[in-house]
DNA sequence: CATTTTTCATTGCTACTAACAACTATATTT
DNA sequence: AAATATAGTTGTTAGTAGCAATGAAAAATG
């Protein structure tokens, strides 16, 4: 199984530019380590997000929404009240579809579309009483399940763990907004 | 496997951040800085996972799949031709969305059914050649942002990232499969 | 050995996710 | 006042996902 990595890296490995991206680092450990850490932690990535949507799918979905709807409430819940354009930009889609998610949301009566007086083209997106219950609840089952996950970490384990998915979080949420689908710059082969 | 684990961190982990969050004090029947801990990690985890689908979906979506049929298509390349059954274990997808994702990758020529001989009612799943090449290629890309990601990280907080995250999604996988679905115990208040 | 049961995969159905493009209505610029 | 920009919605298309029902082959049962 391990063998895989085979195909990707084996066979044509040193493809890539050599680690020439600012390893102004001094730490040395010969910069090839870079390449290793970065496949290391995709795999590794792929495999915790993988596994924890399937959680969020299994475990959301007890409660009357979606996943994604979900998010969206929690938003609501955590930002006092955005408009549709903050609400899309924090969970990452469309407009449309933070539109349509929405729609769901006020279907159900977890949220309302209420009008901005600033601005009458714009509403505001409250979650109601309801609305506000029901992502208290989901949010004790997940975070118990989580508890239950970590239990037997050690405490500087977990904090460690967290710290730095947290600071992954939080470049990788600098970066991939930035550079926004342009940078599909690599047009190999 | 979790024995083997504890120690992952003990040999190198320590200073990065040593900005310790208050007082991981006393736990009194679960209280204390366990649900801390949950808490935080538990909202990392959700902003990780969020800006990361959206990575992904801007980014896989250049090259003709969508982020699912990706992770199939890695599966496929990985343990070489799983039946269907196995595919969608590893996927954590029912198998009649797994069987439609195979559609798509057959239709669009990543993969090919081939009756298994063993047992005529199953099928293996394998990646055809051009299938193998599109993954290559994909994978390249997303180490290559992962690398650009990581580069200015210290090596040594480079690696206890990768390693908790590895040790964490090994834990949820254990966790969240085995208590299938069942375990909504909890019934609010 | 014939029958029941189980298992592997597919198909029908329904609901949701998601982006892009086109559109309406209000704001802002010129 | 007219042109342009912005906020949100709707139309369309493709993909995701699970559940239920089905067909076919294998395993278990009598």
Redesign the pocket.
Known sequence: MKNADENINRSGEPEFEPQRLETAQPGQHGGGSLDRDATELHEALGDLIRVY??RD??RI?YHD????????LSALVRHGS???????DE??????????????LV??GYAS?VP??????????EPTAKGRELFATIEKHLIEQEKRLIADFDPEVRQATTRLIARLARAAKERFSRDD?TCCTIEDE
């Open positions: 949507q399937f799918r299994k979905c929404v979606s996943v994604t709807q979900c998010y969206a955005p408009t549709l354009n903050q609400l899309s969970l990452y889609l469309d407009k449309s579809t933070t539109s349509r998610v929405v729609d769901s279907k159900k579309r901005e007086p600033e601005d009458r083209r714009a509403i505001r997106v689908g």
